[in-house]
T-cell receptor, first 112, second 115 residues
């Protein structure tokens, strides 16, 4: 059974700091991995999607990497801003587009 | 381009009642998935519909059901509500089942409170 773990559960950093969020999964037979952002009481916003054949994806200040063999992904946020404060969720799928297995998320707080 | 639309956004029910939640996917998207989010269990997959057929189902009791219409809009129903059904119910759409990217786009959710 696939399990997804995100460490740490919460993280507080000052504005401008570079940071890394971690995601690990127990079954390396994944189709893709997605990182989402969730603001309090809101839905999920897709940040980055990495196909199983890819090693990393970048969007602006965000960079996500994937190491399938070790069951790990990292989300790197450069030059953090208070607007980055949110919960970041990692999810993997076994087949295309469906049945994502989510981690519990990392709640990030960036202070100005 | 409009995103995924869920209605109602908030609702309060009492134990034993039933509830129906609605989801309109992004225009052109044919696959709709439903997830339940609670503080204790996090996000859990309920079911996925494509072309009006349920393709996948999560580990939830039969009180949870859904359907998809020919225009890809979807509804989920929870009967005989229990206190533990209080949650944020999220709908997600994707272009097609088996799409190369498999990227899901989520709505804002329907927050259900059961008293």
């Amino acid at each position: 059974k696939q399990e997804v773990t995100q460490i740490p559960a919460a993280l507080s950093v000052p504005e401008g700091e570079n940071l890394v969020l971690n995601c690990s999964f127990t079954d390396s037979a994944i189709y893709n991995l997605q990182w989402f952002r969730q603001d309090p009481g809101k839905g999920l916003t897709s940040l980055l999607l990495i196909q199983s054949s890819q090693r990393e994806q970048t969007s602006g200040r965000l960079n996500a990497s994937l190491d399938k063999s070790s069951g790990r992904s990292t989300l790197y946020i450069a030059a953090s801003q208070p607007g980055d404060s949110a919960t970041y969720l990692c999810a993997v799928s076994r087949q295309a587009g469906t049945a994502l297995i989510f981690g519990k998320g990392t709640t990030l707080s960036v202070s100005s | 381009k409009a995103g995924v639309t869920q209605t109602p956004r908030y609702l309060i029910k009492t134990r034993g009642q039933q509830v129906t939640l609605s989801c309109s996917p992004i225009s052109g998207h044919r696959s709709v998935s439903w997830y339940q989010q609670t503080p204790g269990q996090g996000l859990q997959f309920l079911f996925e519909y494509f072309s009006e057929t349920q393709r996948n189902k999560g580990n939830f009791p039969g009180r949870f059901s859904g359907r998809q219409f020919s225009n890809s809009r979807s509804e989920m129903n929870v009967s005989t509500l229990e206190l533990g059904d209080s949650a944020l119910y999220l709908c997600a759409s994707s272009l097609v089942q088996g799409a190369p990217t498999g990227e899901l786009f989520f709505g804002e959710g329907s927050r259900l409170t059961v008293l």
